[in-house]
């Protein structure tokens, strides 16, 4: 009886742990992960309605840009009646093709009459947009003609002109134009939602002055008063989402009205006095991100309550067999007693056999969530436990050196998974920059080999590139997307490839009718572990990894296929792959790329040498951008590891005056950080190569920032800077760009992308004929 109620206690104690622990799930879910997704969902929103409200400020400026064009044209031509006026407009109006765009002239008098090109003539009334008599005057005017909102561009006039209007004289103060405001339809469409947000123009009150074709979300006249009565979720407010529109121009928010949750985003026009809103409902924001989260979170929940209910189970299951051995022992004679014992003894022992069964099942399932959350615990996990071992064993010098190693290659998978997850969101909201320029193909495919020799030098792998039939190197595209896109593959290849496997690059300029684009195909060849006919299929989706005791080895999202099949195709080429399990692999990608003008193709060949050993950074001082004291404090300790002397400023400004204060020969480098207060490094950057200092043009300025899309790398190099390093910082990295710059760009001598074939076999790099 007493071992009866311990095993319901123990049951009973299991029972309440798992819900303790369903309760801290939840909890967690409810307040961290929640708030993780409501920012992720406004930097979403936030980025689809900047282009928007981006194409709606280039527009207004066009019509400003009309007005004072067609001022210029009243001011030349001698117009001296009203009746005159009119007919100059129509001209205009005519000439112009107006009428195409439903756009109309219009004067403006001292008595606030208005003159069209078609002959109306009205009067403005109850409007005080007159009254401070400005230079520009922009509004929406609903009672003119045809009780469609119009909206009204015009220009206070240099000089007034002097009409005669029938018996009496008048004096022409504003001339504009008029559209009507159905005419920003097509800029306020967001195919991200599927037609279901709706944009409305606003007064500096809230008053509604126009809306657009999209739903109607908002019912009565003031969308600032129906704003102020909703009911707002973390922590947020209409006051604080007013109090950022004033301040920054822009703000983002969400709320309920009448049960449904809606994100918006306000948006105070800089050339038009106008407020716009963009209201969603909430369930169309940010989808795919909602799903991930929940099937997640199913998921953990399921199989927390399986393994809960296999311990109960287990643990009933001994407690009816021992219930079932008491009764049978006590109806026994006491000299079977110790036959009773030995049985009692193996019931203990299956007790633990079945504890260390229901722990086998937890670590099974902890294995199975890692996989389905793309590997994104694991690396988490390594990090959290170690560094409380590096608590523990401070003292232990051996000990902590192992930690710190492993936590950096923690942190490199996680940082990798962060950058996959962040190129594929871009990729689904449609944002991702394509910036295009001149480069050599042929530099291009030495690059390559630069980046992956030293991976296939660890596998002791051979790296085969054959060039076909190249007959227009320099071409113009976007190279930064185009290496993206090779790296993915070529770092599969390796990854996937086992020791002393053979890998090979093909690159061949096909026969093409174009004479302004020329076609080129890529064969990225292996013969490593290869794929499933199954798998082969879903290779482009996102969040797929094949399943084996061999890759199950080698971690990843799952989304480097799906990022690179996304820019191959928005970049017009295509990708497809052949693969044979046990076999090998091979991906083709054929693209089209515009010829680039008054380039040719050298002819020349040499054999290649790889880039000088030895410590690069010995001896060298740096002027460090640098805002974050830790960050600071870490990057002088590395460089000091490495023979370098380094000063710090905490921003832009510092940094500047540090610079112009030194002597040549102070510093050999500037390292900058991006996002500093007072001036920030791009700010920075253009004031150093502005200043008079003699090695203004020619110190090298490298970007040390957590910037880290392509088009941040951009961004750095048009400010002035020589190159570009992603936080967090590696030392081999950051050796590796400076040796780069020293050596003048960092390209390999291109005479050798000139031979015809070439392999690249542990150190050396030899040509594959020789």
Known sequence: MQKAKSYRNLILGCCMAGGAMLLAFFFLYHTYIQ??????????????????????????????????????????????TTDELCRHMKKKYELSAYADHKIMLMAVDSEGGYYTESGNRGLFRDL???????????????????????????NRLQEPIDLQNGEKKTSILYFGIVQDMEQLNPYFNCEAYDGNNSVYVLDDNGFKLFNSNQVELIKGHNVFSVLQNMK????????????????????????????????????????AEWTLI?????????????????????????????????????????????????IRVEREN????????????????AAEEAFQVA????????????NMSHDIRTPMNAIIGITSLVRHDAADKGKVIEYADKIDISSQHLLGIINDVLDMSKIEARKTVFKYSDFSILDFIQELDTIFHSQIYEKHQTFTIIKENIKHEWVNGDQVHLMQIFSNLLSNAIKYTQEGGKIQLLVEECETKSSVYAKYRFLISDNGLGMSADFKDTIFDAFTRAESSLTNKIQGTGLGMAIT??????????????????????????????IAEDRTVALAAQEETDEQDGNILQGMRFLCA??????????????????????????????????????????????????????????ATKAIRRSSHKLAKTIPIIAMTANAFSEDIQHSLAAGMNAHVSKPVEMKVLEKTIRSIKSGGGVPNRRSLYSDEWKVTGHRRIKKDS
Not at 35 to 59: C, S
Not at 572 to 583: C, K, N, Y
């Open 35 to 80: 708030d993780i997704i409501y920012e992720e969902r406004l930097n979403q929103m936030e980025e689809i309605t900047h282009q928007m409200f981006q194409n709606l400020e280039d527009v207004i400026d066009s019509h400003w840009d009309r007005v004072t064009e067609e001022c210029n044209y009243l001011k030349d031509a001698n117009i001296q």
């Open 128 to 154: 005080d947009y007159f009254e401070e008599n400005p230079e520009k005057i922009s509004f929406v005017f609903d009672s003119m003609t045809d009780n469609q909102s119009k909206m009204i561009f015009l």
């Open 232 to 271: 707002y979720l973390h922590n947020s407010s209409f006051e604080k989402t007013k109090a950022k529109l004033e301040e920054k121009g822009c703000s983002y928010s969400n709320a309920v009205l009448d049960g449904t949750e809606y994100f918006y985003g306000l948006k105070r026009m800089e050339n």
């Open 278 to 326: 963009f209201l969603v409902p909430a369930e169309y924001v940010a989808t795919n991100t909602l799903k991930l989260v929940n099937f997640v979170t199913i998921v953990i929940v399921i199989f927390t309550v399986i393994a809960a209910v296999c311990v109960m189970l287990g643990i009933s299951f001994i407690m009816r067999r021992n219930q079932q051995e008491a």
């Open 334 to 349: 006491n000299a079977r007693l110790e036959t009773v014992n030995t049985e009692l003894r193996q019931a203990k022992k």
């Open 359 to 370: 722990e086998e099942a937890n670590r099974s399932k902890s294995s199975f969530l890692a």
């Open 565 to 594: 099949k996304n820019l191959v195709e928005a970049m017009g080429g295509t990708i497809d792959v052949d693969s044979e399990l046990g076999q090998g692999s091979c991906f083709e990608v054929l693209m089209d790329l515009k």
């Open 626 to 683: 640098e805002d974050n004291e830790l960050n600071a404090e870490i990057l002088t300790e590395l460089l000091k590891i490495e023979g370098a002397e380094c000063t710090i400023c905490e921003n832009g400004e510092e940094i500047l005056k540090a610079f112009e204060q030194s002597a040549p020969g102070d510093y050999d480098m500037i390292l900058m950080d991006v996002q500093m207060p007072v001036m920030n490094g791009y700010e």
